[in-house]
């Protein structure tokens, strides 16, 4: 081989060796470009998928991005999306404030639902249709009836009668009132619910009228009791038992008249009420009678027997007869006997008025009050009230008589001693007859004696006592008596 060729050869041999080098180098060069390639596409899909964790998918097209441009690109997208929410959430709050407030506005003069008057619907009544159907209410409430059965006995009593009112502006204002400073929420909240809400007329009764018919019924169909009595009969003495009555409950009727026009029904139908009624006790124990055994007192006048006034003081002196009195009880001579009406069994005869005799109903009257006078102060007892006469009487002293007129002056005694007291009348023939029996140890011994000390008009009461051996261990002045 010549030295050319050898040449030639060799340097074919140094190209192929460089195009050899060349090509690996390009292979490196592409090896390198597909691992940094390769790299970067982990680096973006690392991105992407804590992107897909975060919600947000982040893509660049045609870009290699670093992490911090990713980063960048990622809010850029979050701040976008987030807009859009927020005008979503924000056109749906306007939306709903609006239709809120377009359903709320429905009942801005209206009856919300839910809402009635005695269990009837009142849901968008205006406030003229409201007061109408509430005067609807009254009205018919006051047609009704209230019908009582007390005993055995039926008593109509009309509701209109006993109503003093029915407070209609209250409950009108009430209503309308109810939601006024509730918000739209609320009112909203109010309208679906649709939660009840039943109202009732504010109904005052009149108690007074409702007293007076309970009086009545009570006078018509109360039994009273009978308290146990003292009976006697010159000297003999019988005890009698007394026994229960009954009475109708005033309270109990008030109280059932007032529930039941308070109840949902009352402007339907009647009402129907049984008065309820209690025991009428006796006030007094036998026992405590049984200790009256002895005669402690007595006093007699004499009167003009038949015509009007002796009629009257026989008819007062039987009112008297048996009267008990216990211990530390107050009598009255006006309460006894009364009233002196002509309807009471007196008659006309002649009184003293002003220190005149005119015809006056009960005359007579005075001379039982004066005889009980006497008797009384002869059982150690002083009145509590008791006027002479104008002028003075012929049948008792002066300064020992007691007068009544009616309305104005009053004979009144308190028993004082620790012992019942029976009042024992007799009045016939003209003969007035006034005892007082008691217990034998009443009076501890001592008798009394009443004397009225005269000078000229005025006359001096006093009253004095005396032991079983005659000495006066009591004196009292009484009173002092002024006649014209």
């Given at each position: 081989m010549d030295k050319d060729n050898l040449n030639e050869n060799k340097n074919s041999n140094i190209d192929e060796?460089?195009?050899?080098?060349?090509?690996?180098?390009?292979?490196?060069?592409?090896?390198?470009?597909?691992?940094?390639?390769?790299?970067?596409?982990?680096?973006?899909?690392?991105?992407?998928?804590?992107?897909?964790?975060?919600?947000?998918?982040?893509?660049?097209?045609?870009?290699?991005?670093?992490?911090?441009?990713?980063?960048?690109?990622?809010?850029?997208?979050?701040?976008?999306?987030?807009?859009?929410?927020?005008?979503?959430?924000?056109?749906?709050?306007?939306?709903l404030y609006v239709i809120i407030n377009i359903e709320v506005s429905k009942y801005d003069d209206i009856v919300y639902p839910g809402y009635s008057i005695y269990g009837e619907s009142i849901v968008g009544l205006n406030k003229g249709q409201l007061q109408n159907k509430i005067y609807e209410y009254k009205n018919k409430i006051n047609e009704k009836i209230i019908n009582i059965d007390a005993g055995g006995n039926l008593y109509k009593l009309n509701v209109e009668d006993i109503v003093l009112s029915y407070n209609e502006e209250k409950l009108l204002n009430q209503i309308f009132k109810e939601n006024e400073d509730k918000n739209k929420l609320q009112k909203l909240a109010i309208i679906i619910r649709k939660q009840k809400n039943d109202y009732k007329l504010d109904i005052e009764v009149d108690k007074r009228a409702i007293k007076e018919k309970s009086n009545q019924i009570s006078k018509e169909t109360n039994k009273k009791c009978e308290e146990p009595r003292v009976l006697i009969n010159g000297k003999n003495i019988r005890y009698e038992k007394g026994k229960k009555g009954i009475k109708l409950d005033d309270k109990d009727l008030l109280s059932s008249i007032e529930n039941s026009i308070k109840q949902n029904n009352i402007y339907k139908e009647n009402i129907k009420i049984s008065g309820k009624y209690i025991d009428d006790n006796p006030k007094v124990d036998i026992k405590d009678i049984e200790a009256v055994n002895y005669k402690i007192s007595t006093f007699s006048t004499t009167y003009g027997s038949g015509g009007g006034r002796g009629r009257n003081i026989e008819i007062a002196a039987s009112k008297i007869d048996d009267l008990l009195l216990m211990p530390g009880e107050e009598f009255s001579y006006e309460k006894s006997v009364g009233p002196v009406t002509q309807s009471n069994g007196y008659t006309y005869a002649p009184v003293i008025s002003n220190g005149e005799l005119i015809q006056g109903i009960g005359g007579g009257l005075c001379q039982v009050s004066s005889t009980l006078y006497n008797t009384q102060l002869k059982a150690g007892i002083v009145p509590t009230e008791r006027r002479n006469h104008s002028k003075a009487v012929s049948?008792?002293?002066?300064?020992?008589?007691?007068?009544?007129?009616?309305?104005?002056?009053?004979?009144?005694?308190?028993?004082?001693?620790?012992?019942?007291?029976?009042?024992?009348?007799?009045?016939?023939?003209?003969?007035?007859?006034?005892?007082?029996?008691?217990?034998?140890?009443?009076?501890?011994?001592?008798?009394?004696?009443?004397?009225?000390?005269?000078?000229?008009?005025?006359?001096?009461?006093?009253?004095?006592?005396?032991?079983?051996?005659?000495?006066?261990?009591?004196?009292?002045?009484?009173?002092?008596?002024?006649?014209?």
């Open positions: 060796k460089k195009e050899l080098n060349e090509e690996k180098e390009l292979n490196e060069e592409n090896i390198i470009e597909e691992t940094e390639i390769s790299k970067n596409s982990e680096d973006v899909k690392s991105k992407e998928i804590k992107s897909n964790n975060e919600e947000v998918i982040c893509e660049e097209k045609g870009e290699n991005l670093n992490q911090e441009e990713i980063k960048d690109a990622c809010k850029k997208v979050l701040n976008k999306k987030n807009k859009i929410i927020i005008g979503i959430i924000a056109v749906s709050v306007i939306l049948y008792v002293p002066r300064g020992l008589d007691a007068t009544l007129a009616t309305g104005s002056i009053d004979y009144k005694f308190k028993n004082t001693h620790k012992y019942p007291i029976v009042i024992n009348t007799y009045a016939f023939g003209g003969n007035l007859t006034i005892e007082f029996w008691s217990n034998k140890e009443a009076l501890n011994g001592v008798e009394y004696k009443p004397v009225g000390y005269a000078n000229g008009k005025v006359a001096n009461t006093y009253l004095y006592g005396y032991d079983k051996n005659g000495k006066k261990v009591y004196e009292k002045h009484i009173d002092t008596s002024i006649y014209r």
